[in-house]
């Protein structure tokens, strides 16, 4: 990694709900190592509030947890000694409840929590003035709040300003931002690539073979899903056929309706009735048996006629250079899409990782669907740019943006 | 299972082609409770000649072998003492090598051989006029070959005697039946249902996640699917995507070419010049760590406008009848296509064998499709249907067509 | 299966609690094609009651529920319209609640009940001077409940009348019967054939790969296990080491106490302070991905000097003939112990069936062990005979002892 | 890691042979971030001769091959645009045939070889005065070459001058060698620390759980594991029950045989006659559905009476400090036994890599063995600490003592 610029010269500190999930501890893994971020409080439920975060979790990753720190490391090398020391360690943390009283020193906070939680309290952290990040399904369908894929459009974070302005009181700092949910992250990088370089989709049909760590834990039950698959994951169809479409489609600005103060109110283009052309989205879900790294076997179909060869579409997705790329968020891959040339890759086992881990996606497999125009598959690494990952670039890039303050 | 009736009760002499292989331990375990076909030649590769059977196979079923007899056990019950005996046992017989020579007492040869020695040797049975049924892919694709997924097209059968005839000499007896690759065989069947109940199908975009006994043994190696899936199966999409033409297709007879004595010939109606209008279909083949039983996602356009509603489809393939069962086939499954009503069934571990043990398909999940019209998931056994009791059913029938005699 | 004897002309109506559970349906499974019971009652939780059964339950077997019938089959053959009825089915059983008042007309029922409900339930059918059979573990400790393999113990019934006579007021009918646990069962089997052919062993070494099935439904968490092995089961090695001892024990009689009415009182030599020479036994458990099937790494020492051969104790163990067998108990398996003399059996995925059904077991590799003995593997069906089948031959034993009447 | 020491500051010129193979590709792996050792030749069979490595290798490790250098890291840092130039790759290295001539720049060699073709081929690069660590097991049991686990017996080198002074004719560099088999090399580290600690082991009984990858590709048929357990790994076990008397034994002086210019022979204390007390192992080797990692549970019986008690057992393990530490070499693990508290770790997918990346190796469970002493689980990276690492590993002692220049 090069040396910090001016730009990464940060230290901001942060928070994490639902820290002892999952999602959570994917979160702290990436925190301990990032190069602005510093862990400042976790927070979970009673059961967990008031122990050291070490007694708390049920520590489910490949890297022990004994060995993290708190982040922020490239900007001041902590020494090796404050590191083997008590406090400056994750596992050592007091873990708090989730309460925005406990986190309000946090300038940012990542949301891991359940769905079933999630709504309460992340509007309180928002009403409380808190610039939240959220890996939860429960406010991606608000037509004031972002849903963001990173690689895709960040963009869509200007409507924060009326998602603030709405509020009652107005807030100066405290938003939501979601990320988009696994499945649909994954596939939707390669799409945005597509349609940046050959114009507008018009159907898209996705058959995901998605990781048990999708379900977090205990999550699928081993009875389930050993030596098996299951055609069928609860609400997630439904969730990539739409969030696919506010994802892809822009940001209008009402001719009629504005608030109170007369700002023209901005909506989500959901429905293309207004800028980009419909697309329609057909997406079929299996659980298999992989504990990382979602496949997804996608077919597309563009407006343009005649449509891109194979070799088009894959020389679009090597190029595709996303707008973080160049911002310099640090957590951002240095490829976003990992094009493959091998007939039998990317596969879960071997590649999930490889795209700086898990970072960016992989592509393989590019041929002419005799259906639809196009095929490939799509590997990503849903417990990384498929969560954690995406609410972190998410945050940097607010930071950058000065959203973040 | 009903007594016999008259046409059950027959004891017809067949052999086994590759009887040590995957497909082959199939064949002879489910020939050895047949009613009608008993076992009278194993024939093999020269390392397994001369040896008994159980000496020369590596024995992977899950059925103990030394509990199989020879079949043809509801026409002449063999006694206890009998079964128990030395020779009454395939485990006892003495694997012959794979030449006419040593098969000419066999009314029926099955063929579970690899497809690198499959051809030469076939064609050799065949001209020494015997009725020859195969698993392999070498004569599929021959114009002459009928290619049958017997819950589907048995009615192919009638392009035997043209193969006859322009053999030279010409046959009497001898001919070569393919069944479909696994993966075909599956998803055909549904397709053919609503064909039958709704007319032509425009548009399937299909995609697999097949089972490792597809690959036969050794087959897959373990590090490759372990906790992954390999999103590639060599040979197989194109095989899908021309096999269901020629499976879904007519015969059609020549109005202008004739064979020497005058005879119209008889061509596949494999790109639907004729008969029915084009068919597109497009497949993506994946391997996914499961034992038996292949999933495939599949997505259907209809010519008819408006289509049917996923219920209408879900009746449609319920009431399927196919001619196998009316004609009284033996191994003919009681129901051809299980629908399931439960949103996540049918799964490969729990249902692959519930169908008649492995006899029928088991589809499940119909719903429509935002691109195509439906779409819906269809499990099959493909040890079962997709190989061995495809082939042994196509027997079935052209016994009681009078073709085998 | 031979025609029923005099012997096996009954039909008796058994009830089965906790039904809709992993060991439930495992009971309903066997019990639906048992010659001698019929299913009279079915019990569950209060969410179950009232349901009918194929509502309650989440059925899991890889038999369909929808074609089970209520038992009692080999001695009044039901008509198929009756089967096809609705009464007549397993899945249209109203389910009950788990109050004996609900099972009055039941002469047997069987348990498997969570260990967290089953101590008070159990005993207020005992209370209600009903046979209860258990798969718990809540009384295989109590001095006067036995703890039977029926292929191993099942004279140490002998018990129950003291159980009766000790039970305030007495019992005339009502007692409780458990089976050991999975992984006890298994091993302890060939253990016993051991002792009746060279006499009493001194120590066994045992380690245990067992099967996720073994820990019920939702039971191990996916991410736990798929492509991994956890060295650890709960409270699993703790049983296994005392149980052995329990088991392969004797009953002695008292010289000093007795009850009220001067009956001397019978212990569980438990410590072999009397019968036998002590058994030291060593366990350690071992949960490894396979769904159906545990294997056991066995190493023993005899006291016998010196020590039999491997060849002697792979006889011993093919001719171990349990008394279950020779009483005609039904559901005995025809072979105690199955002895594979290939390297490389008995595994789990091709062999837990392959010993009818289950109800046997299967050993392989009996060498010399460097350290004690002689070591071997054993598999057994951790579902079958190490659990339900366990509990339904205790039930024959007992209908051909007159201890259910 | 620390900046490179005195002792670090080397370039030394290594070659691969069996470069493709699976232990080849983690010699690559390991090697291409090594401080000292840098890449100079690969060979491989006629098949890939003459190809760039990329090419003729399947490349099956998690890490891209593409981002892989030529080692030699820490002491010339290459920069980042030769890194990303065509030649500083691994691979685009053109591979090699595996004859010493092709190899003769080269300071050490590394042997990933089969056993089928390691024998002659080891040979011909010993007398090509090559030093050679080898994985393979051909010279393992030859009286003149060292079998070493680098953390329990790395002095055992000292046997080298002996086999150079007997080679005809005597050399001055080259010599074999070896390293242990993976299951060996696992469990030994922990008996040697007890060793060290408690006196001599009077007896182990040793039953393995092994990954598949031990296996090498394609190795081990995914129809034979997936789902299963396979209780017998050829030849594995034998291997165990006399390596480890090779690695736990002394060398002894001869007081009467000694070569021809009178110097005493030296002899491995196989049999224990000399120096130890005997020492007893019984192995049962099994393998398990799991990629990397082989677990194994230990019973272990003391000469010492009273055997130490499982606290002061968990204390020596973790206080083991092998020479390889003290004395620097960089591929050392930090620790080299992690002892776990937790009931159900280590398990190989959550902690093979734990401990320093698969260098050292894990125990847990420490407790009474009621049969024996004291038993425990030991987790190794077979492909690390088993395989690659541990030939590195004992070439950086042997570069450190001088042996290799």
């Known amino acids: ?14 928070g994490v709900l639902g820290a002892t999930g999952t999602v959570g501890q994917r979160f702290i893994t990436l925190l301990s190592e990032h190069p602005w971020f510093v862990i400042e409080a976790l927070g979970a439920s009673d059961r967990s ?53 406990e986190f309000k020193t946090c300038q940012i906070v990542f949301s891991g929590l359940d769905a079933d939680v999630a709504g309460n309290i992340e509007s309180a952290f928002r009403s409380a003035n808190i610039a939240l990040f959220s890996n939860a399904k429960n406010y991606r369908r608000d037509p004031n709040v972002p849903l963001i894929v990173p690689l895709v459009n960040p963009s869509h974070l200007s409507i ?17 931002v979601t990320n988009a949910n696994c499945s649909t992250t994954g596939y939707v990088i390669p799409l945005a690539a597509l349609e940046k370089a050959f114009g507008p989709i018009e159907s898209v049909l996705v058959t995901t073979m998605q990781a048990i760590s999708g379900a977090g834990y205990p999550g699928v039950p081993s009875l389930d899903i050993l030596g098996n698959v299951v055609p069928y ?20 600005e009402s001719d009629s309706e504005s608030d109170s103060d007369g700002t023209p109110l901005k909506t989500f283009d959901m429905h293309q009735a207004g800028g980009r052309p419909p697309l329609r989205v057909s997406a079929s879900c299996n659980r298999v048996p992989v504990v990382d790294g979602h496949m997804e076997c996608v ?26 790329q160049s911002l310099g968020c640090p957590s951002a891959p240095r490829k976003a ?31 002419q669907c005799p259906v639809l125009d196009v095929k490939f598959v799509v590997l990503s690494d849903n417990v990384s740019i498929g969560a954690a990952t995406s609410s972190i670039i998410n945050a940097e890039y607010a930071v950058l943006k000065g959203v973040v303050y």
Chains 1, 2, 3, 4 share one sequence.
């Open 299 to 324: 077919s597309v179909r563009f407006h343009q006629r005649p449509p891109p060869s194979p070799q088009q579409v894959r020389e679009a997705l090597g190029a595709f250079t996303p707008e973080i």
């Open 160 to 176: 924060i300003a009326q998602q603030q302005r709405l509020h009652s009181p107005p807030l100066s700092k405290g938003f939501i």
């Open 337 to 367: 899409i990992e094009v493959f040339e091998e007939p039998d890759r990317p596969q879960p086992r071997l590649d999930v990782k490889g795209n700086h881990n898990g970072a960016g996606v992989s592509v393989g497999r590019v041929r």
């Open 1 to 14: 990694m090069p040396p910090p610029t001016v730009s990464q010269s940060r230290k901001i500190r942060v």
């Open 233 to 252: 994951i609860s609400g997630e169809e439904e969730k990539i056929e739409w969030e696919t479409l506010k994802i892809l489609g822009g940001i209008t």
């Open 49 to 101: 509030k008031g122990k050291r975060y070490k007694d708390a979790v049920k520590w489910k990753q490949t890297i022990p947890l004994v060995g993290l720190g708190l982040g922020g490391v490239s900007v001041e090398r902590v020494s090796l000694s404050d590191l083997q020391g008590d406090e400056g360690r994750v596992a050592n943390v007091v873990v708090k409840g989730c309460t925005p009283d």
